[in-house]
């Protein structure tokens, strides 16, 4: 879900994409509020009994991205990468869905992307596996440039995807030369 509906009257907007199902989609645009979308998803019936599958909504997709098909923007896209032990061939295939999915709107809307590696937006914040989780310090380092934005659900469960949308979108708005400045 979204935490704020604008469509912005400045005319340039950076997005940053967190892929997979637990990801999320942020847009900013500098002066202006934040869209904090969590990744659309559909559950459809397995195809055993009482079994359910997520799958991703590119129609809420579409609806969420097409408002910026006539403006100035630029999409920063996380690049799915082989995830380590403990993760399945099926994630990791679903990481790649996602990635292909973005960048088949993204290419019929017209919008300009670029892909970023995780290591080269984390490098960016510090954020190092070597200093501890990568996702406790994304939320940490999230909440401190947007204390604004919910980064845990009401049961406590940290939305991580939030925190990394949020980094992607900042580390690419540091990242265009027309701007110099954060987020929030």
């Known amino acids: 879900m979204c935490d704020t509906i604008e469509y912005y009257k400045d ?3 950076v997005i940053g994409v967190d892929p997979g199902l637990k990801g999320a989609i942020v847009m900013i645009s500098p002066g202006e509020a934040m869209s904090v979308f969590d ?3 559909l559950t459809v019936k397995g195809k055993k009994k009482k079994s359910k599958k997520h799958v991703y909504d590119i129609d809420e997709i579409i609806r969420i991205l097409k408002p910026t098909k006539n ?7 996380e690049k799915a990468q082989i995830l380590p032990k403990g993760f399945t061939i099926k994630s990791n295939l679903g990481l790649a869905r996602c990635e292909a999915i973005f960048e088949t709107v993204l290419h019929f809307l017209g919008v300009e992307y670029q892909f970023v590696n995780p290591r ?6 510090d954020i ?5 989780n990568t996702k406790e310090q994304s939320v940490k380092k999230a909440k401190e440039l947007c204390p604004q934005i919910l980064l845990e659900t009401k049961r ?3 939305l991580d995807g939030r925190a990394d949308a949020v980094l992607v979108a900042n580390y690419g708005l540091n990242k265009l030369s027309a701007y110099n400045t954060s987020l929030c």
């Open 71 to 77: 403006k100035n923007v630029m999409v920063f896209l």
């Open 120 to 125: 080269v937006w984390q490098h960016f914040y």
């Open 156 to 158: 406590g469960r940290v």
């Open 39 to 41: 990744m659309p998803v």
């Open 128 to 132: 190092s596996g070597k200093k501890g």
């Open 11 to 13: 005319e340039k907007i």
